[in-house]
């Protein structure tokens, strides 16, 4: 049994809408033994090793379905075992998964397991300790002989597993208010592998780290890690503190102490979790012995007066108080009969404690500070105290050296709790933890007394979240609340658009026109990164890692995402829903890649953008598959695009008050036409749209289209949207590699990154309806990894089409030969009846486009199919033209007019008479008719 592939999915993917890990499993022999085969010794050993099975539902829904399958008479089938196992060993680490399924691939021993996840890393170990826990209980016989003979001990592998996990894991705190902004539908994102989290999206994105928040004053954590300085200003403000000395040697701690007068408290001046803190200390030997251990966390150390009472945590936040809890150090208690050992032992089988933050409570520890509190009482680890004898083990209460907490919120005195707030508050910090000393929380200080020893800065949550003893208090809500008000927005406006052509076009006309109103838009394409029109990053982002540049960047305002079908599934998307989901069209092209073999597989992947979006999908009516999405979608609202205004569904859509966008004929030409909630509104005439060449780029009508239906699905108005699209063109400035088109040669040049039949289909119709005077020529390839019968395709739609064919191949091979392409498309445009002698291969794409230039005349046009735009831009702009360099262009050539001239003929006004026209070729001067 071996893992053949293994994909990691962010977010919404084709298994789930949730992060899953999928794993192509190869069962080899062992297809042939199924549970029933291995028989009740191997599923014994199992439930053994993993007892939490036994609660796995299965397909039965109920507690013992999967143990029930494993035993009936047919049994099952390992991969579906090793899902359940991969399940249950997150769970055992503390991570919450539930969700699994397990298919077979088509594969003779072949299984798709597909396992929910909450850690990447977690997730992955999973499924690798699941392989080896499960060869090793496999009879001697079936085991691989790469694991025979191994030591494999589960206990240790699984205690590994364990706090691998957990060093992985969000804190105690950071989870608790992760868990708050899930509750209000707060949007987060990791940005490490520890405690930094971005709470909402882009320009309303906060951060988090443990408890400090974005909101958090820096000189507020200054003040609150310098014990002395904080003493100083909440003495000052009349609060009860200890009274401190700083010392930074044995001697100078000798003598603060009696300065203070003994017992004191020893501890280190910038330290926390009760780190080299050393109480009720009296003796010159003993001050000596806790000042070593207070340096070992900090150069300098504070001597305060020991205050008797019990440790208390008092936690503000924004201003006021949420909880209070009485922190225990840790300790056991004596029954006659066991020794202190023994009784950490007993201590720390409680499931509740863990290692370190992992659980509930903490471990007890016989560390130096447990010896040293022994060794004062007369103990010794082996010594075995009387019964009902409590031994503390720690002299502070932190949860994280293995205290206890009990909450104290109701009981807490009003004076106390005004006395935490103005604390907080003296300080500057937005989430405070006060620690205070006394007797009895439920009377005031100014009666029972007691004082402040420090007030921290990114408190746990832990103890008040799941205290030991009292009632759970909800602090993360508060500091969720206080960062987004109620009312305040957390998500940015997203937009997600995917289609097999037209969806990188579509996404810049979006981000134009929400540009044009005024906003910050993030935009991913297959050309790169851009943040408010600029480029950030270069190349095909149009996956989940782009998806996330933008989400973070917090300039952004809208997102424009163009999410293309590989990252889809490869890594799924970043984001669990989007505001508007637009599915343009399913057309052939990657199939037979990566499980993705007919139209409706692609139907599939792109479907996953219509599923996840919330407000509205939009779809094109006039594509059977994305009209099918429509029974998949949940958003609010459904948008059809048509370019048939007699579409019988898309009539009977808009007469129930649904919303489309129709091209209709009128008098004019075509107008693109909205409708919504039964009202008729006329947009824009689509020759008046740069982009579509008059309305002849039929293929650009239809992507003005889609890009108004997202526009104003998403709130934008209608003279916004017209004047967004009036000020869009397919220039390279604004649409790289999308039908740019150069008239600075006495030839026309079109440049297209074309790369499947659609797309190449919509490009020589345009070329037809152009009717250029000269000859036609095209530099057609296609990629490497297509399908043969996709690059015969190509071929075929442009053979007859043209007066030239120059074939080419990518700079990237994808594993063809180096003129295999090019020889594909010349051998099936020979079979369509192109004669020999107008086709030309020539492999390298550099020197292909040079060819075509050099070989185009005045008026002729040339179509070039580009796989490197930036690069053939390049060099069609920079290209020198025999006729130009000749002084034979008088088109584009500007001529000397002597205007003077023209003063002595009668009537000739020339404010009137005469129109001058700059362009970027130079001035003209046009003559106006008389008007009879």
């Known amino acids: 049994m071996r893992i053949l592939d293994r994909s990691v999915y962010l977010g919404p993917s084709l298994y789930a809408h949730f992060p899953v890990i999928r794993l192509t499993l190869d069962l080899e022999h062992l297809e042939d033994w199924p ?75 072949q299984y798709d397991v597909v396992f929910q996840y909450e850690s990447e890393e977690v997730g992955l170990e999973s499924a690798d300790l699941s392989m080896r826990l499960l060869h090793h209980l496999l009879p001697l016989e079936l085991q691989p002989e790469s694991v025979r003979g191994d030591e494999f001990e589960w206990e240790e592998e699984r205690d590994s597993f364990i706090r691998f996990a957990q060093r992985r894991e969000l804190g105690p705190s950071t989870a608790s208010l992760v868990k708050a902004a899930e509750e209000r539908n707060i949007p987060w994102i990791r940005l490490n592998r520890y405690s930094l989290v971005q709470l909402g999206h882009a320009c309303y994105g906060k951060r988090i780290q443990a408890t400090i928040t974005s909101e958090t004053r820096h000189i507020g954590v200054e003040i609150a890690s310098d014990k002395e300085e904080t003493n100083k200003l909440l003495g000052d403000l009349g609060l009860p503190v200890a009274k401190q000395r700083l010392a930074y ?11 203070i007068g003994p017992p004191v408290v020893i501890k280190p001046l910038n330290a926390n979790h009760g780190r080299g803190v050393s109480i009720n200390i009296s003796t010159d030997a003993e001050i000596c012995t806790a000042f070593e251990n207070a340096r070992k966390h900090s150069r300098a150390v504070i001597v305060e007066s020991f205050l008797s009472g019990f440790d208390h945590r008092l936690l503000v936040v924004d201003g006021k108080l949420v909880a209070a809890s009485k922190r225990v150090p840790g300790h056991v208690i004596g029954d006659g009969e066991k020794t202190i050992e023994e009784l950490i032992e007993i201590v720390n089988s409680d499931p509740r404690r863990g290692i370190g933050h992992a659980k509930v409570l903490t471990r007890l520890e016989l560390d130096y500070q447990a010896n040293r509190l022994l060794e004062l009482l007369g103990l010794t680890k082996d010594s075995v105290p009387e019964e009902g004898r409590i031994v503390y083990l720690r002299s502070t209460g932190n949860l994280s050296t293995g205290g206890t907490a009990v909450d104290v919120t109701d009981i807490l005195h009003p004076d106390n709790r005004a006395m935490a707030e103005r604390s907080a508050r003296a300080i500057g910090l937005d989430v405070c933890g006060v620690d205070f000393l006394t007797d009895d929380i439920s009377v005031s200080y100014k009666v029972g007394g007691g004082g402040i020893c420090e007030v921290n800065a990114a408190p746990g949550f832990r103890m008040h979240v799941a205290p030991s003893e009292g009632t759970p208090r909800d602090v993360a809500g508060p500091v969720m609340d206080m960062l987004f008000p109620d009312g305040s927005p957390s998500r940015i406006p997203i937009c997600s658009i995917t289609g097999t052509n037209g969806k990188t076009t579509t996404a810049r006309m979006v981000s134009h026109i929400f540009k044009m109103t005024g906003k910050v838009t993030g935009l991913t394409t297959t050309d790169g990164v851009y943040i408010d029109g600029h480029l950030t990053v270069n190349g095909d982002m149009t996956g989940p890692a782009s998806a996330r540049i933008v989400l973070r960047d917090p300039k952004v305002e809208v997102a424009v995402l163009e999410t293309a079908r590989g990252g889809m599934l490869r890594r799924g998307l970043a984001y669990r829903s989007c505001d508007v989901g637009a599915v343009l069209n399913v057309q052939s092209d990657h199939l037979g890649l990566r499980g993705v073999d007919t139209l409706d597989d692609l139907a599939k992947v792109k479907r996953i953008v219509a599923e996840v979006a919330k407000d509205t999908a939009v779809l094109n009516a006039d594509d059977p598959h994305c009209l099918k999405m429509a029974d998949h979608t949940q958003s609010k609202n459904l948008c059809y695009v048509t370019m048939n205004s007699s579409h019988p569904l898309v009539r009977d859509h808009i007469r129930a008050g649904g919303r489309a966008v129709v091209l209709e004929q009128g008098m004019g ?41 997202i526009a104003f699905s998403m709130g934008v108005g209608l003279e916004d949207i017209r004047h967004g699209l009036r000020t869009f063109d397919t220039t390279f400035f604004q649409a790289p590699g999308r039908m740019n088109i150069c008239d600075d040669h006495p030839f026309k040049v079109i440049m297209d990154y074309a790369h499947n039949p659609a797309a190449v289909s919509a490009m020589v119709d345009l070329v037809q309806r152009m009717e250029p005077k000269g000859k036609r020529t095209v530099i057609v390839a296609a990629p490497g990894d297509r399908r043969d019968e996709d690059v015969r395709e190509i ?24 003129d295999e392409i090019p020889m594909m498309l010349r051998d099936t445009l020979l079979a369509e009846g192109v004669p020999a002698d107008c086709i030309e291969v020539i492999p390298d794409e550099e020197t292909a486009v040079d060819h075509g230039l050099k070989i185009s005349k005045r008026d002729d046009l040339l179509l070039v199919f580009v796989d490197a735009i930036g690069r053939s831009w390049k060099q069609i702009q920079e290209f020198q033209s025999d006729e130009v360099d000749a002084g034979n262009d008088d088109r584009h050539v500007p001529h000397a007019v002597d205007l003077d001239g023209f003063a002595g003929f009668e009537g000739f006004d020339m404010a009137h008479d005469m129109e001058i026209i700059q362009d970027e070729r130079g001035v003209r001067i046009a003559a106006q008719e008389e008007s009879d």
Not at 80 to 103: D, P
Not at 249 to 259: L, Q, T, Y
Not at 681 to 694: E, G, K, N, R, Y
Request: charged fraction near 25%; charge should be neutral.
């Open 795 to 818: 071929a075929k739609l442009c053979a007859g089409k043209f007066d030239h064919y120059i074939c080419r191949r990518d700079d990237g091979l994808r594993g063809r030969e180096s």
């Open 249 to 259: 040697s044995e001697r100078e701690a000798i003598r603060a102490s009696n300065r």
């Open 35 to 109: 549970t029933a085969k291995l028989g009740t010794e191997f599923i014994d050993s199992l439930l053994e090793a993993l007892p939490g099975l036994n609660k796995h539902g299965c397909s039965y829904r109920e507690e013992g379905g999967f143990v029930r399958r494993m035993r009936e008479d047919d049994g099952t089938w390992l991969g579906h075992v090793f899902e359940h196992v991969a399940i249950e060993l997150q769970n055992i680490a503390g991570n919450h998964v539930s969700f699994g399924k397990t298919r077979g691939n088509g594969e003779h021993g």
């Open 669 to 709: 030409g075509h107008m693109i036409a909205i409708y919504d909630n039964n009202q008729h509104i006329p947009l824009m005439w689509s020759h008046l749209v740069p982009a579509t060449l008059d309305g002849r780029a039929l293929h650009n009508v239809q992507n003005a289209m889609f890009a108004s239906g």
